[in-house]
């Protein structure tokens, strides 16, 4: 079966991007283009509503949420807890540190930085 | 010698004799004179009544009353005259008629008979006269001035007040003892069988009057009753017990004068001695209690005066104090408290409290330095009819002046004392007293007493002053500490706001930049994202043609990418946030082959050598690996794009502080005076700015500068000049 990517991204020609190069690589993609939707998605992941994705790509800047205050309602939920995530900015680690942002042991990739095809094997890597 | 003789001669005679003459060394007016005329009369009087008591034939007896009469003859008119100028009244007619009358009475008693004829042996002692008319008649007008003069006096007496009312108080007295004494004489006369020996009281009289005149102050009747009460005690008490004694004596032996006598004598003198001193004190308290009661009450004053001062630390409260119970205790209408307050060398006085002044007037009297000059010297109670007699007697004119001016002043405001409030040497300020409701004057214990209590009010003024000027500095230091903590407080509130803005801004700053990040690098993304998909064949197959122009926009974007990471990474070491995140043991010869792997290809591209010479034993450092890497990548990457043949060299050496890497070229060199320029920021290059752009050595080496310096290393360039190749020297501090 294939691997489901849940991508938390609000800029649409990088969603148009990932879809086609993630579904060229074989996985599933499910898109969600602001915080609230992602928001939801979790709570209705944690009742059970919803399937577990395999890996989570997660924007810190959104349109209404901190992708923070995202990774920190993930981290809180039992299901949701263990699953792969890689935060997806278009600032680098250093930067988001230097601005406040604990990101603790998080991945952390710059977009700019990562061509699709780099990172699909970035993912492929995870998922092993 | 009989009774009449002992009081003619001792008690009449002798003292008038001695005090006439006193009297006109002490003074040369009018009623010194007209008083030793009195005086003279009376001992001329006193005289003549020795005689007459000690000769025996009745011939001897009648020429010595006659004399005697001669002095009497004067008494009236000489009575009338004294006390008409010691009120300074004119009754020229009165006096007139009384001098011709007793010129009269001289011419009868001298020349005829009509004045005494009849004699008669009174008392088995002494011849003495029957009253003739003539003699009656004389009498008549004795009695007639006697209690006209009483009556002048008393009349004065209601109106006046002060020391002449107490001076007045006296002459009433001393007539009224003398003359009722004195006037016994003449009973004999008219057969009333009084012994004539009472005319003694003359004495008492005489020396009143004369002290009365004399002084004006010292004179006061419970002083005299007083001490001639201890006097009289004491004296009553010595003869007494001696007259005991010796009629115990004779009762039991008979005889005085004996040897054992003169032993009893020795044993009763001791015993006297002792007795002497309980008895003096029992006389003093007694008669203190009944001739002197006042002072009991001033002793209590002074008792209450000082509890208060001593209790009371409050200036207003002391002279209230003061004011207060000098007035009640004294009776006066007026008292007030005025306190010296100095300003430069002119001496003005506060007016602290007065009752019963009238304010408007004080004025006059506070701006005279003569009166402070004069308590300060002095130190004592001032009376103001004192002055008057001070102004007279002074010697200098401008001593006179100034007294009679003094004396105005204080009569202007109806002051009739001033006491000197003296502390540590200095006149502080002064109480003023008006005149006692009785109209007596103040006597000598009365202004010891206020001496007494104006020095006790000095110190606790001066206490009291004192208390409130550290009162007044506590209070102004705490004002003073309250504003500045105030300001101190204000400056902190400021600072904080200051500081709170700052904050804001910084947070607003990282959002600016963050947001800035985000919204450069979203689109780059974009293309990079989509040319990688298309170079991966998503869209399928691309053609040739296409094929080298999308390689193109890809490069570009690719730079385009790179340009804005280094803007971003400028801006942000521009506006003070360090972008180097320093990290130990950092080694820098493997940086060097990374970026070699980076360069080669364009090197060879553009046929270039390139050379790394490494020092092998470079220690390791303190420093930020991903930026020091761009920073010497750029200066690499620039010495390659700035040369057109020849080769680039790196060489890494160290020092004890530093390591060093030269990056040299043979290029086109950099002109001198573009090399100091070069490493500047961006905006400081002035006029060559667009040189340096179309350069394109602009934001890579503006870059590496503040990379280097974020790493408190140093940057500079050395050329020899125009297509002469240059060099870059890197230094980065091994500690």
Same mark, same amino acid.
């Given at each position: 079966?294939?691997?489901?990517?849940?991508?938390?991204?609000?800029?649409?020609?990088?969603?148009?991007?990932?879809?086609?190069?993630?579904?060229?690589?074989?996985?599933?993609?499910?898109?969600?283009?602001?915080?609230?939707?992602?928001?939801?998605?979790?709570?209705?992941?944690?009742?059970?509503?919803?399937?577990?994705?395999?890996?989570?790509?997660?924007?810190?800047?959104?349109?209404?949420?901190?992708?923070?205050?995202?990774?920190?309602?993930?981290?809180?939920?039992?299901?949701?807890?263990?699953?792969?995530?890689?935060?997806?900015?278009?600032?680098?680690?250093?930067?988001?540190?230097?601005?406040?942002?604990?990101?603790?042991?998080?991945?952390?990739?710059?977009?700019?930085?990562?061509?699709?095809?780099?990172?699909?094997?970035?993912?492929?890597?995870?998922?092993? | 010698?009989?009774?009449?003789?002992?009081?003619?001669?001792?008690?009449?005679?002798?003292?008038?004799?001695?005090?006439?003459?006193?009297?006109?060394?002490?003074?040369?007016?009018?009623?010194?004179?007209?008083?030793?005329?009195?005086?003279?009369?009376?001992?001329?009087?006193?005289?003549?009544?020795?005689?007459?008591?000690?000769?025996?034939?009745?011939?001897?007896?009648?020429?010595?009353?006659?004399?005697?009469?001669?002095?009497?003859?004067?008494?009236?008119?000489?009575?009338?005259?004294?006390?008409?100028?010691?009120?300074?009244?004119?009754?020229?007619?009165?006096?007139?008629?009384?001098?011709?009358?007793?010129?009269?009475?001289?011419?009868?008693?001298?020349?005829?008979?009509?004045?005494?004829?009849?004699?008669?042996?009174?008392?088995?002692?002494?011849?003495?006269?029957?009253?003739?008319?003539?003699?009656?008649?004389?009498?008549?007008?004795?009695?007639?001035?006697?209690?006209?003069?009483?009556?002048?006096?008393?009349?004065?007496?209601?109106?006046?007040?002060?020391?002449?009312?107490?001076?007045?108080?006296?002459?009433?007295?001393?007539?009224?003892?003398?003359?009722?004494?004195?006037?016994?004489?003449?009973?004999?006369?008219?057969?009333?069988?009084?012994?004539?020996?009472?005319?003694?009281?003359?004495?008492?009289?005489?020396?009143?009057?004369?002290?009365?005149?004399?002084?004006?102050?010292?004179?006061?009747?419970?002083?005299?009753?007083?001490?001639?009460?201890?006097?009289?005690?004491?004296?009553?008490?010595?003869?007494?017990?001696?007259?005991?004694?010796?009629?115990?004596?004779?009762?039991?032996?008979?005889?005085?004068?004996?040897?054992?006598?003169?032993?009893?004598?020795?044993?009763?003198?001791?015993?006297?001695?002792?007795?002497?001193?309980?008895?003096?004190?029992?006389?003093?308290?007694?008669?203190?209690?009944?001739?002197?009661?006042?002072?009991?009450?001033?002793?209590?004053?002074?008792?209450?005066?000082?509890?208060?001062?001593?209790?009371?630390?409050?200036?207003?409260?002391?002279?209230?104090?003061?004011?207060?119970?000098?007035?009640?205790?004294?009776?006066?209408?007026?008292?007030?408290?005025?306190?010296?307050?100095?300003?430069?060398?002119?001496?003005?006085?506060?007016?602290?409290?007065?009752?019963?002044?009238?304010?408007?007037?004080?004025?006059?009297?506070?701006?005279?330095?003569?009166?402070?000059?004069?308590? +300060?010297? @002095? #130190?004592?109670?001032?009376? %103001?009819? /004192?002055?008057?007699?001070? !102004?007279?007697?002074?010697? $200098?004119?401008? =001593?006179?002046?100034?007294?009679?001016?003094?004396?105005?002043?204080?009569?202007?405001?109806?002051?009739?004392?001033?006491?000197?409030?003296?502390?540590?040497?200095?006149?502080?300020?002064?109480?003023?007293?008006?005149?006692?409701?009785?109209?007596?004057?103040?006597?000598?214990?009365?202004?010891?007493?206020?001496?007494?209590?104006?020095?006790?009010?000095?110190?606790?003024?001066?206490?009291?002053?004192?208390?409130?000027?550290?009162?007044?500095?506590?209070?102004?230091?705490?004002?003073?500490?309250? +504003?500045? @903590? #105030?300001?101190?407080?204000? %400056?902190? /509130?400021?600072?904080?706001? !200051?500081?709170?803005?700052? $904050?804001?801004? =910084?947070?607003?700053?990282?959002?600016?930049?963050?947001?800035?990040?985000?919204?450069?690098?979203?689109?780059?993304?974009?293309?990079?994202?989509?040319?990688?998909?298309?170079?991966?064949?998503?869209?399928?197959?691309?053609?040739?043609?296409?094929?080298?122009?999308?390689?193109?926009?890809?490069?570009?974007?690719?730079?385009?990418?790179?340009?804005?990471?280094?803007?971003?990474?400028?801006?942000?070491?521009?506006?003070?946030?360090?972008?180097?995140?320093?990290?130990?043991?950092?080694?820098?010869?493997?940086?060097?082959?990374?970026?070699?792997?980076?360069?080669?290809?364009?090197?060879?591209?553009?046929?270039?050598?390139?050379?790394?010479?490494?020092?092998?034993?470079?220690?390791?450092?303190?420093?930020?690996?991903?930026?020091?890497?761009?920073?010497?990548?750029?200066?690499?990457?620039?010495?390659?794009?700035?040369?057109?043949?020849?080769?680039?060299?790196?060489?890494?050496?160290?020092?004890?502080?530093?390591?060093?890497?030269?990056?040299?070229?043979?290029?086109?060199?950099?002109?001198?005076?573009?090399?100091?320029?070069?490493?500047?920021?961006?905006?400081?290059?002035?006029?060559?700015?667009?040189?340096?752009?179309?350069?394109?050595?602009?934001?890579?080496?503006?870059?590496?500068?503040?990379?280097?310096?974020?790493?408190?290393?140093?940057?500079?360039?050395?050329?020899?000049?125009?297509?002469?190749?240059?060099?870059?020297?890197?230094?980065?501090?091994?500690?």
């Amino acid at each position: 079966m294939a691997k489901k990517i849940l991508l938390v991204e609000d800029d649409s020609a990088i969603i148009d991007i990932y879809q086609i190069a993630f579904k060229g690589a074989g996985f599933d993609v499910e898109t969600l283009s602001d915080g609230q939707s992602a928001i939801d998605k979790i709570k209705s992941i944690e009742l059970g509503e919803d399937d577990i994705p395999d890996i989570i790509l997660l924007d810190i800047i959104l349109p209404d949420f901190n992708g923070m205050d995202i990774l920190k309602e993930i981290k809180k939920g039992n299901k949701t807890k263990s699953i792969s995530l890689i935060i997806l900015s278009n600032n680098t680690d250093a930067e988001l540190k230097k601005m406040g942002y604990d990101l603790g042991n998080q991945k952390c990739l710059t977009k700019a930085q990562h061509t699709p095809t780099q990172l699909i094997e970035i993912i492929k890597k995870e998922l092993k | 010698m009989n009774g009449f003789a002992i009081s003619g001669l001792f008690f009449v005679a002798i003292p008038a004799v001695i005090i006439g003459p006193f009297l006109l060394i002490k003074g040369r007016k009018k009623i010194h004179l007209i008083w030793t005329a009195f005086l003279t009369s009376v001992a001329w009087w006193g005289f003549g009544i020795y005689k007459i008591a000690t000769v025996s034939g009745i011939k001897e007896s009648l020429f010595w009353l006659k004399v005697a009469e001669i002095g009497v003859i004067f008494i009236p008119v000489f009575l009338v005259h004294f006390v008409m100028a010691f009120l300074g009244l004119r009754r020229k007619i009165l006096l007139a008629f009384l001098y011709v009358s007793t010129v009269g009475f001289l011419y009868l008693n001298i020349f005829t008979n009509y004045f005494l004829n009849d004699l008669y042996f009174a008392f088995d002692q002494f011849y003495y006269p029957f009253a003739t008319p003539i003699y009656t008649l004389f009498i008549f007008i004795f009695f007639s001035s006697v209690i006209y003069s009483l009556f002048e006096l008393l009349r004065t007496y209601r109106k006046r007040i002060g020391i002449i009312k107490s001076q007045i108080k006296y002459l009433i007295l001393a007539f009224i003892i003398g003359f009722s004494g004195g006037a016994t004489s003449f009973l004999p006369a008219y057969k009333i069988n009084v012994y004539p020996a009472w005319n003694g009281t003359i004495f008492v009289s005489v020396l009143m009057v004369s002290y009365a005149i004399l002084r004006y102050r010292l004179m006061d009747i419970r002083v005299v009753f007083r001490k001639i009460f201890i006097y009289i005690g004491m004296a009553g008490l010595t003869y007494g017990l001696f007259y005991l004694v010796a009629w115990g004596y004779i009762k039991l032996f008979g005889e005085i004068f004996t040897t054992n006598s003169y032993l009893l004598g020795i044993i009763v003198a001791p015993l006297f001695v002792l007795l002497f001193i309980w008895f003096n004190k029992l006389f003093i308290i007694i008669a203190n209690k009944y001739f002197f009661f006042k002072l009991y009450n001033y002793q209590k004053t002074i008792n209450k005066l000082t509890k208060e001062l001593n209790y009371h630390i409050d200036l207003k409260k002391i002279i209230d104090s003061i004011v207060d119970t000098i007035k009640d205790t004294m009776q006066l209408n007026r008292a007030g408290v005025l306190l010296v307050k100095k300003e430069k060398e002119d001496i003005h006085y506060r007016i602290a409290k007065v009752i019963g002044f009238n304010e408007d007037n004080g004025i006059s009297l506070v701006q005279d330095n003569f009166l402070t000059r004069y308590l +300060e010297k @002095t #130190k004592r109670p001032l009376v %103001a009819e /004192e002055m008057v007699i001070l !102004a007279k007697d002074s010697e $200098k004119p401008s =001593d006179r002046k100034s007294f009679a001016q003094l004396s105005q002043n204080m009569k202007k405001i109806e002051a009739s004392l001033c006491l000197p409030l003296i502390s540590r040497n200095r006149l502080i300020g002064i109480i003023v007293l008006g005149s006692k409701i009785s109209g007596d004057a103040y006597s000598e214990e009365d202004l010891n007493i206020l001496d007494i209590l104006a020095k006790q009010a000095a110190i606790a003024i001066e206490n009291a002053r004192l208390y409130q000027q550290v009162q007044n500095f506590n209070k102004t230091l705490k004002q003073k500490v309250a +504003e500045q @903590t #105030k300001e101190i407080r204000k %400056a902190y /509130e400021v600072e904080k706001k !200051a500081h709170e803005e700052l $904050k804001r801004l =910084d947070k607003a700053k990282d959002q600016f930049i963050l947001a800035t990040q985000h919204h450069l690098r979203t689109p780059i993304s974009g293309m990079l994202g989509y040319l990688d998909l298309l170079f991966g064949g998503s869209f399928g197959k691309i053609p040739k043609k296409i094929g080298g122009a999308l390689q193109r926009f890809q490069s570009a974007t690719k730079i385009l990418s790179k340009l804005v990471d280094e803007f971003l990474d400028i801006s942000q070491l521009q506006i003070g946030r360090k972008v180097v995140a320093l990290k130990p043991n950092v080694e820098l010869n493997p940086l060097l082959d990374e970026i070699m792997e980076e360069v080669t290809m364009e090197a060879e591209t553009k046929k270039l050598s390139i050379k790394l010479e490494k020092d092998k034993s470079l220690p390791k450092i303190i420093a930020d690996p991903e930026k020091l890497k761009t920073a010497l990548f750029n200066i690499i990457d620039n010495a390659i794009k700035y040369t057109a043949q020849g080769g680039v060299v790196i060489k890494t050496s160290k020092s004890d502080s530093h390591i060093q890497i030269e990056v040299q070229d043979t290029g086109k060199g950099i002109p001198q005076q573009d090399l100091e320029l070069l490493c500047k920021k961006l905006f400081e290059r002035g006029d060559k700015a667009d040189k340096f752009y179309a350069t394109g050595r602009g934001i890579g080496l503006f870059m590496s500068t503040l990379i280097i310096e974020a790493h408190n290393g140093k940057i500079w360039a050395e050329s020899q000049g125009q297509d002469k190749g240059s060099s870059f020297f890197i230094q980065l501090p091994i500690k």
